[in-house]
């Protein structure tokens, strides 16, 4: 069912910027949210890849990362040249990934005449040249679930979030983002370009659900938790951490959700907002540079040995994480790898750092048995708030690499001598104190994207 839209282009602008340097990365991991280039301290190897592109107002809009191998964590910075004097909170946003590309979510402060809150742009380092960015045209087709007025709806376009919409790259020029929502019913909107000069349109599709005869989710309600890309096979797999995935090819005429339970048992009495530590910052579903299906979890363990949360002193970051391995013919999972918190903490090289349960696991994308991970004390009132980033291969049981996470700072403010200003010059040099302080690391507590699109710089 093609619903009606108002058709568009990629509008594509190449970057003026120096040829880019070879990045040594196979993959990186990306922060969810960028940052302000006029706000934020710039690496100066940033530069090598900057692209450019214009806005729906025609305001020019520069993207860049700095780059960093796993475990360590890289960053995109924004930066509108035309609006001199805008804030950085943009709502600057990674919102998905795939082979040379990366889909960015930006929003003009200072364009109050235009209708959509944000743009969406898809940066490319690929294509045999320098970096560049092109505009999505914005979808206007409404929610499933909004009730509101028809003609209030069509005039204000769709957000996507890292949660619900996924990116595909396939060739020079074949691309495909789609969206899914579940309620009341299951519903695809995608956006596919097959050629540099093609016209797009946004199309909804309502794909058909298959569950297994098995299927043990009782009344669990699905809610999407992350959109991953199985470039081998150019599928999209939403995730639900609590239950399991929704694998579809999102450009089939009459696509279907096919369902794979996790290989862990939901537990129905235990309802996921009441989790202390939600799953999505302990379990994480990722793809191999072969192509291969992975599933990570974190899981606490009581000091007896089960799977269970504990309050108890002696346990209370005790874990276990387990790597699985999804096979694509049978759907079914493997165990490849269980390490116990007793067991990472004894490792050579881990002497320094907190006795924690680690967060926000990443499958490598290079490593066939590594996963990354986070390390820090919790708390706001820890004395110690510096965050680790570690990588540990599950299968020998090794620990490969230890890195400070690298949180942005902000550049030091100029000299004012406006007496009149009586609060703005105060909460940044608060905000220059905070963040700026090398005991304390900020992180945005959503996690990583990881993405292949370094090895094209």
């Given at each position: 069912?093609?619903?009606?839209?108002?058709?568009?282009?990629?509008?594509?602008?190449?970057?003026?910027?120096?040829?880019?340097?070879?990045?040594?990365?196979?993959?990186?991991?990306?922060?969810?949210?960028?940052?302000?280039?006029s706000y934020y301290c710039y690496p100066a190897e940033a530069e090598n890849s900057v692209a450019t592109c214009l806005s729906s107002a025609g305001k020019s809009i520069q993207a860049s990362f700095r780059l960093e191998?796993?475990?360590?964590?890289?960053?995109?910075?924004?930066?509108?040249?035309?609006?001199?004097?805008?804030?950085?909170?943009?709502?600057?946003?990674?919102?998905?990934?795939?082979?040379?590309?990366?889909?960015?979510?930006?929003?003009?402060?200072?364009?109050?005449?235009?209708?959509?809150?944000?743009?969406?742009?898809?940066?490319?380092?690929?294509?045999?040249?320098?970096?560049?960015?092109?505009?999505?045209?914005?979808?206007?087709?409404?929610?499933?679930?909004?009730?509101?007025?028809?003609?209030?709806?069509?005039?204000?376009?769709?957000?996507?979030?890292?949660?619900?919409?996924?990116?595909?790259?396939?060739?020079?020029?074949?691309?495909?983002?789609?969206?899914?929502?579940?309620?009341?019913?299951?519903?695809?909107?995608?956006?596919?370009?097959?050629?540099?000069?093609?016209?797009?349109?946004?199309?909804?599709?309502?794909?058909?659900?298959?569950?297994?005869?098995?299927?043990a989710r009782g009344d669990v309600r699905w809610e999407t938790d992350a959109a991953v890309p199985i470039g081998a096979r150019f599928l999209i797999c939403w995730v639900d951490y609590f239950i399991g995935l929704l694998?579809?090819?999102?450009?089939?005429?009459?696509?279907?959700?096919?369902?794979?339970?996790?290989?862990?048992?939901?537990?129905?009495?235990?309802?996921?907002?009441?989790?202390?530590?939600?799953?999505?910052?302990?379990?994480?579903?990722?793809?191999?540079?072969?192509?291969?299906?992975?599933?990570?979890?974190?899981?606490?363990?009581?000091?007896?040995?089960?799977?269970?949360?504990?309050?108890?002193?002696?346990?209370?970051?005790?874990?276990?994480?387990?790597?699985?391995?999804?096979?694509?013919?049978?759907?079914?999972?493997?165990?490849?790898?269980?390490?116990?918190?007793?067991?990472?903490?004894?490792?050579?090289?881990?002497?320094?750092?907190?006795?924690?349960?680690?967060?926000?696991?990443?499958?490598?994308?290079?490593?066939?048995?590594?996963?990354?991970?986070?390390?820090?004390?919790?708390?706001?009132?820890?004395?110690?708030?510096?965050?680790?980033?570690?990588?540990?291969?599950?299968?020998?049981?090794?620990?490969?690499?230890?890195?400070?996470?690298?949180?942005?700072?902000?550049?030091?403010?100029?000299?004012?001598?406006?007496?009149?200003?009586?609060?703005?010059?105060?909460?940044?040099?608060?905000?220059?104190?905070?963040?700026?302080?090398?005991?304390?690391?900020?992180?945005?507590?959503?996690?990583?994207i990881p993405s292949e699109f370094s090895k094209y710089l």
């Amino acid at each position: 069912m093609r619903s009606p839209q108002q058709p568009g282009t990629m509008d594509t602008q190449p970057s003026d910027a120096p040829a880019a340097a070879v990045y040594p990365g196979c993959w990186v991991m990306l922060n969810h949210r960028g940052h302000g280039r006029s706000y934020y301290c710039y690496p100066a190897e940033a530069e090598n890849s900057v692209a450019t592109c214009l806005s729906s107002a025609g305001k020019s809009i520069q993207a860049s990362f700095r780059l960093e191998a796993p475990p360590g964590n890289s960053a995109l910075f924004l930066d509108w040249p035309d609006v001199p004097g805008l804030d950085e909170f943009q709502g600057t946003e990674v919102i998905a990934a795939h082979g040379d590309s990366v889909l960015i979510q930006a929003r003009d402060r200072g364009d109050v005449a235009s209708s959509a809150p944000f743009e969406y742009f898809v940066y490319r380092a690929g294509g045999g040249g320098p970096p560049s960015m092109s505009r999505l045209p914005p979808c206007y087709v409404p929610m499933p679930w909004d009730t509101r007025d028809s003609r209030r709806r069509r005039r204000e376009p769709r957000t996507m979030h890292s949660t619900d919409t996924g990116l595909l790259r396939r060739g020079a020029h074949e691309l495909a983002v789609a969206q899914l929502t579940m309620y009341p019913s299951p519903e695809l909107c995608v956006l596919r370009s097959s050629g540099p000069h093609r016209r797009l349109e946004w199309e909804t599709k309502q794909p058909s659900v298959i569950y297994p005869d098995d299927d043990a989710r009782g009344d669990v309600r699905w809610e999407t938790d992350a959109a991953v890309p199985i470039g081998a096979r150019f599928l999209i797999c939403w995730v639900d951490y609590f239950i399991g995935l929704l694998l579809c090819d999102v450009l089939d005429d009459e696509p279907v959700l096919q369902y794979v339970p996790l290989p862990v048992e939901p537990n129905p009495q235990r309802h996921r907002r009441k989790l202390e530590r939600p799953f999505k910052n302990a379990r994480n579903i990722g793809t191999t540079a072969g192509g291969a299906v992975r599933f990570v979890s974190v899981d606490h363990r009581c000091c007896c040995g089960g799977l269970l949360e504990s309050n108890c002193p002696r346990s209370r970051f005790f874990f276990t994480l387990t790597t699985w391995t999804l096979d694509m013919d049978s759907m079914t999972w493997t165990t490849d790898g269980v390490l116990h918190s007793d067991e990472l903490w004894a490792l050579p090289g881990y002497e320094d750092l907190p006795r924690v349960t680690p967060e926000f696991p990443v499958i490598s994308m290079e490593d066939t048995d590594a996963v990354c991970l986070m390390v820090r004390h919790y708390g706001l009132d820890a004395p110690d708030r510096r965050i680790w980033m570690i990588k540990v291969d599950t299968r020998s049981k090794t620990l490969l690499s230890v890195v400070r996470y690298n949180t942005a700072r902000y550049k030091e403010l100029e000299e004012d001598n406006n007496d009149d200003d009586d609060g703005q010059s105060r909460y940044r040099a608060q905000l220059l104190r905070r963040h700026n302080d090398e005991s304390h690391d900020h992180f945005d507590d959503i996690g990583f994207i990881p993405s292949e699109f370094s090895k094209y710089l």
